[in-house]
């Protein structure tokens, strides 16, 4: 039996505000990414990313980036939908640097997952808060795509 959908239940577009560096932390090089918005498209979920969320980061002494990201979708039908992803993006030095000044780069050359769980009051959308999910994620120019698979 397949461990994740055979293809996404949706996908998510965000265009991301300008990286906020609150510098190196006891925990690392601590930086927040807004997110400004953004579409939802799939055959289980459409909607919109609403304005307000945001991606919290720590890069780690090993390169790593530790993401914890939070942010609504808005259903198409009307109801919303908290998303709370945490996950790693990581690779080779040069990606990475390339990744820091809002590059888009081939996302082969790197690894950006996340795991994804999901809040709601909306009837229609009801069965997302009995799933788990995981986002293969792609980071480009001022904004970031993720294909979310269910973990079955």
């Known amino acids: 039996m397949p461990l994740l959908s ?3 239940i949706f996908s998510i577009h965000s265009p991301l505000g300008g990286i906020q560096r609150l510098g190196n932390t006891p925990y690392g090089e601590r930086r927040i990414i807004n997110i400004l918005g953004g579409t939802v498209e799939g055959e289980k979920l459409k909607g919109k990313v ?6 919290w980061q720590i890069v780690r002494s090993d390169g790593v980036v530790h993401l914890q990201a939070r ?3 808005e259903t198409e ?3 919303q939908v908290l998303i709370d992803a945490e996950g790693y993006r ?3 030095a040069e990606v990475m640097d390339r990744l820091a000044r809002d590059e888009t780069v081939d996302p082969a050359l790197y690894y950006f997952r996340t795991f994804m769980r999901f809040e709601t009051a909306d009837p229609a959308a009801a069965w997302l808060n009995r799933i788990l999910a995981i986002g293969r994620g792609a980071r480009m120019k001022g904004a970031v795509r993720i294909e979310v698979f269910e973990v079955l």
């Open 90 to 92: 990581h690779g080779p």
């Open 71 to 73: 942010y609504t979708v």
């Open 77 to 79: 039908t009307g109801g």
């Open 50 to 55: 609403l304005p307000g969320g945001a991606d």
């Open 6 to 8: 055979e293809k996404p």
